[in-house]
């Protein structure tokens, strides 16, 4: 089965500039989706197609695919991006939706 | 604006079975399709089933070996997990999302409901 890895954990200050990357073989043949969820709350979509934003999230937040990584940057961290991200893929090989193990972004 | 609203979760014991609806408003529900995501206690995100606007495909995790069942009434712009033999590992909040629109491929999640908890022990 198709694999996604994620780092478990990134800390960035206030105002720089967060990377968080998603690792799968040849990920850069499928397209990525990125989701933050917030404790408590359910997920939200903040990148599509490896990176387009949907309607309401910000320009900070913008994504990139190629080879076996995918990258969701986030400019200009604010204490309000802190939270869990998880990275996904369709296996069109399986007809399988799948999910990295996801990232908790922490804001110092 | 789209809302879906999960529900039926709760307690039950291992073996034993329970159905989570998702009622949702503010989309023609009949022409998307539509998804169930789970999420155990401190973990991540598992995707367990997707099914298309007329119910004519369906798909599911292979982790879940036939356990559960996706279903959906467009009369009722309502969606179905059924879910038999539980075991403690499905222990879970469940969520449902629904899937891009106008053609999208593939069908991704672009909008969520706030889950119901499944708590499976004896």
């Avoid at chain 1, 949907?54 to 200009?76: D, M, Q």
């Avoid at chain 1, 990275?87 to 090989?93: F, K, L, R």
Wanted: hydrophobic share 30%.
């Amino acid at each position: 089965s198709y694999v996604l890895t994620q780092p478990p954990s990134v800390s960035v200050a206030p105002g720089k500039t967060a990377r968080i990357t998603c690792g799968g073989d040849n990920i850069g043949g499928k397209s990525v989706y990125w989701y933050h969820q917030k404790p408590g709350q359910a997920p939200v979509l903040v990148i599509y197609l490896d990176s387009d934003r949907p309607s309401g999230i910000p320009e900070r937040f913008s994504g990139l695919n190629s080879g076996n990584t995918a990258t969701l940057t986030i400019s200009r961290v604010e204490a309000g991006d802190e939270a869990d991200y998880y990275c996904q893929v369709w296996d069109s090989s399986r007809d399988h939706w799948v999910f990295g193990g996801g990232t908790k972004l922490t804001v110092l | 604006e789209v809302q879906l609203v999960a529900s039926g979760g709760g307690l039950v014991k291992p073996g034993e079975s329970l159905r989570l609806s998702c009622e949702t408003s503010g989309f023609t529900f009949s022409t998307y399709t539509m998804h169930w995501v789970r999420q155990a206690p401190g973990k991540g995100l598992e995707w367990v089933s997707s099914i298309r606007s007329s119910s004519s495909y369906t798909y599911h995790a292979d982790s879940l070996m036939g356990r559960f069942t996706i279903s959906r009434d467009n009369a009722r712009n309502s969606l179905y997990l059924q879910m038999n033999s539980l075991r403690a590992e499905d222990s879970a909040v469940y969520y449902c999302a629904r899937a891009c629109g106008d053609g999208c491929y593939p069908e991704y999640f672009q909008h969520w409901g706030q889950g119901t908890l499944v708590t499976v022990s004896s």
